[in-house]
């Protein structure tokens, strides 16, 4: 294994991330009347290439959501790359692996609603280990159990948690109940991986802690919104969060709304949920709450880069962030300027960290 040097590493990541958009940049697609107009103002962008190669095969929005695809597997594997053979890899390999849990919780979607192959496909960003030809064989599988007995077939980690609540779902066709034993193998590998003492790991290990709190506040979320029975709530709690542990995922979810979870989490790093307006906590709409969650983790995430430790993996774990936040930023402009959403509900979208 090679010897770290994060001195290297981080300053190639720096580089890196001054290629981000500025806010000069935001404000210059922000601007633009509809999606033509925003793909032109991206092949100014360091998304030029991939906007290019992506207009050659697709159009419109799919040519956008294609050239960012590739724009962040490109990102990432290059980061990949710059630890290969050190420690860092298998922090960095703990990310990558969401979008393998991601990529194949979208193929078992579709097969569980028999959705057309080219929708399920623009749903996938292949930048963990499952790769394209991979994705693709999974994706020719007719159903669900195929999928999964080909992911055995080859080994692949995910089909041990899977092969184990095959049968459930059999029985109910609730895919929650395969996304739930995906999300528990993720967490619980992840948590393995970073169980020791060194800095590296603990930071890694509160990231992931952190993500466990907020999958399970958003099981608890819609629990409620679907009025499911709370006898049943404990099989979808995920073990290894820092603040909700089963005793409070199970009071939780036995409460009557989501403001009340809300409240209930005062006094927490959730408490800034409590402070949402009345249409947040509306019956039945739980979208802007589970958005917070989201911002609140990223803007966690990514300020590692701006404030972590210059000679830890926090630069590289806080670029990665900041990529995957800029990418879903651009989504929802080019989303909202394609469907002629107002500007100021465009604005409401973004996620500014």
Not at 250 to 267: C, T
Not at 280 to 304: C, H, K, N, T, W
């Amino acid at each position: 294994m090679k010897k770290m040097d994060y001195g290297y590493i981080n300053a190639r990541v720096r580089g890196m991330y001054s290629s981000l958009l500025d806010r000069k940049s935001y404000d210059a697609l922000l601007i633009r009347q509809d999606l033509p107009s925003v793909i032109t103002e991206l092949e100014k962008t360091p998304y030029k290439k991939e906007i290019e190669e992506a207009g050659v095969i697709y159009s419109g929005i799919c040519a956008v959501e294609a050239a960012l695809r590739k724009n962040l597997v490109r990102n990432y594997q290059c980061i990949l790359e710059l630890v290969r053979g050190t420690k860092a890899e298998r922090y960095i390999k703990i990310f990558l692996s969401r979008w393998d849990v991601q990529n194949i919780k979208a193929i078992l979607r579709g097969k569980n609603i028999l959705a057309p192959h080219d929708e399920i496909f623009e749903c996938m960003v292949p930048a963990g280990e499952l790769d394209d030809a991979t994705l693709a064989e999974l994706l020719k599988q007719p159903d669900v159990r195929a999928v999964i007995d080909l992911l055995a077939t080859w080994e692949i980690p995910y089909a041990l948690p899977l092969t184990g609540a095959i049968d459930e779902y059999a029985e109910s066709r609730e895919m929650v109940v395969l996304e739930y034993a995906l999300d528990h193998f993720y967490y619980q590998q992840a948590l393995k991986a970073v169980r020791g003492r060194s800095r590296e790991e603990r930071i890694i290990r509160n990231l992931v802690r952190t993500e466990i709190d907020i999958m399970n506040i958003k099981n608890v979320l819609r629990l409620i919104r679907d009025a499911m029975d709370p006898e049943g709530a404990l099989k979808l709690f995920l073990e290894g969060g820092a603040i909700i542990d089963q005793e409070k995922f199970f009071d939780l979810s036995s409460m009557k709304s989501s403001e009340e979870v809300a409240r209930a989490l005062d006094g927490t790093a959730y408490y800034f949920l409590s402070a949402l307006s009345p249409e947040a906590f509306a019956p039945g709409r739980i979208s802007q709450i589970e958005r917070e969650l989201d911002a609140y983790l990223m803007g966690r995430a990514v300020r590692l880069y701006r404030g972590g430790d210059p000679l830890s993996i926090s630069v590289v774990m806080g670029y990665l962030w900041a990529k995957y936040c800029e990418v879903i930023n651009l989504r929802i402009i080019a989303r909202c300027k394609h469907a002629g959403v107002s500007d100021e509900e465009l604005e409401r979208e973004l996620f500014n960290v």
